[in-house]
T-cell receptor, first 113, second 117 residues
């Protein structure tokens, strides 16, 4: 098993759909993250969880809703998205929430039509 | 405020050439970490190195080397004798230790490296 696994790898959804992205880490880390990577823009941190508690919500619209049921799993629930939300969504984990290197999944390529 | 600038958007080299990727950062903290990550076409970012602000010693790992200069706020990355497999997007990142929100790692915009055979 790879360290951080994301499913699905690709997702096409309509603006009225509801879908969820899943992330699982097998590294025993305490912190998990969602990042958004759009074309020609720097990586944007969306949410940070430390020991299953959300410690950062980086001004993300409410149509993105994270869930961290345990330290190994992280979800991003999506509803009524906009075409500009199309991007690569990357999940990452790290040993601690501060200043340790992060291990990333391969991402979910999301297209909103 | 934190800021990471990677001025080179794209670099193209021929295999076996040396190439340096530039990274300039801004921070008000005296204690911070700097990182480099590689993002191959498969998508995941791969951690390459972490350096703390008190350690200005340059580091070499195989064909990779890093030059950290606090005086110029730079943390440059050199690949010696580049190979086609080095083709990827490379990100420099900064994480402040002391400030609230020190868990936020700020990434530069990335430099896309093409290595041609």
């Amino acid at each position: 098993e790879t360290g951080v696994t994301q499913t699905p790898r690709h997702l096409v959804m309509g603006m009225t759909n509801k879908k969820s992205l899943k992330c699982e880490q097998h590294l025993g880390h305490n912190a998990m993250y969602w990042y958004k990577q759009s074309a020609k823009k720097p990586l944007e941190l969306m949410f940070v969880y430390s020991l299953e508690e959300r410690v950062e919500n980086n001004s993300v619209p409410s149509r993105f809703s994270p869930e961290c049921p345990n330290s190994s799993h992280l979800f991003l629930h999506l509803h009524t998205l906009q075409p500009e939300d199309s991007a690569l969504y990357l999940c990452a984990s790290s040993q601690e929430v501060r200043n340790t290197e992060a291990f990333f999944g391969q991402g979910t390529r999301l297209t909103v039509v | 405020a934190q800021k990471v600038t990677q001025a080179q958007t794209e670099i193209s080299v021929v295999e076996k050439e040396d190439v340096t990727l530039d990274c300039v950062y801004e921070t008000r903290d005296t204690t911070y970490y700097l990182f480099w990550y590689k993002q191959p076409p498969s998508g995941e970012l791969v951690f390459l190195i972490r350096r703390n602000s008190f350690d200005e010693q340059n580091e070499i790992s195989g064909r990779y080397s890093w030059n950290f200069q606090k005086s110029t706020s730079s943390f440059n990355f050199t690949i010696t004798a580049s190979q086609v497999v080095d083709s990827a997007v490379y990100f420099c990142a900064l994480s402040e230790i002391g400030s609230p929100g020190g868990f936020k790692t700020i990434f530069g915009a990335g430099t896309r490296l093409f290595v041609k055979a």
